[in-house]
């Protein structure tokens, strides 16, 4: 299986996933655990490296702060080589995933 950017296909197309899921409304790790089918440490990871990279954010959610929702960044948009809603794997070399 090939690599991308130090990652392999699928933990490539995990992130990509992620990141098509989060572009369209917020949601919690168990939200995108079970849409993907992933184990919730799995996905876990997979938005700590998206987030120490900064192309999707943390937020809180109810009162007092009772659910943790991520999001795609706006910089993440801005940093896109055209304006469509796509998400575009070289993006996220902007944000610096890539080797381990």
Known sequence: MGEY???THRTMETKMSILEMLATKSKTLTD???EL???PSTVSQHLKELR???AIQQVYAGRPRKWKLYTVTSNY???R???SNE???WAL???GITQR
């Open 32 to 34: 995108i655990s079970r």
């Open 93 to 95: 070399g902007n944000y």
């Open 5 to 7: 950017m130090g990652y």
């Open 77 to 79: 948009w801005t940093s």
């Open 52 to 54: 120490m990279a900064g």
């Open 81 to 83: 080589r055209d304006n």
């Open 37 to 39: 089918g992933l184990s």
């Open 87 to 89: 998400v575009d794997p």
